[in-house]
């Protein structure tokens, strides 16, 4: 007996991308604590205070590119698993890119520099609307199917 195909083969892209961005988060998460280390900035502690530590701006751009990639990462991954049902390939591409965006977004953002972040890191928001698109067709074929 035939099993139903739930989701196309290619949906296995979708999953790598998956395993992908968590490599990322888990990286970030590294980086930051190496800079809690770095710049003297212990737990509890979220972020530094100018008035307190020389290095405060430092530290905190580390936190606030790593924060930034986990307050969207919820959206980004519940769209990626939803718009891969119909698209799998497309939208495993669009995620691939965010989250290659998303490093380059991190890496310029803890420069200690925010205004460096908006270079390229940015452009992520074009495979988030790639993204939105994706879920919303999988959504309304599934209605109409």
């Not at 307190?52 to 969207?72: I, M, P, T, W, Y």
Request: glycine share 8%; aromatic share 12%; net charge positive.
């Amino acid at each position: 007996m035939a099993g139903v195909e739930l989701v196309p083969k290619e949906y296995g892209y979708v999953v790598l991308v998956v395993v992908a961005y968590c490599f990322l988060n888990i990286w970030m998460s590294v980086q930051v604590g190496n800079a809690r280390n770095k710049y003297k900035v212990f737990y509890p502690t979220m972020y530094a205070s100018e008035s307190e530590n020389k290095d405060a701006k430092l530290f905190n751009c580390v936190q606030r590119g790593h924060q930034n990639s986990l307050e969207l990462m919820p959206m980004m991954l519940v769209l990626l698993v939803l718009g891969g049902i119909r698209h799998p390939l497309i939208a495993a591409s669009l995620g691939a890119a965010y989250t290659l965006t998303r490093y380059f977004y991190f890496k310029a953002y803890s420069t200690g520099h925010p205004k460096n972040r908006l270079a390229f890191g940015n452009s992520g928001f074009v495979a988030m609307v790639g993204l939105i698109s994706c879920a919303v067709s999988s959504g309304v074929h599934m209605l109409i199917a």
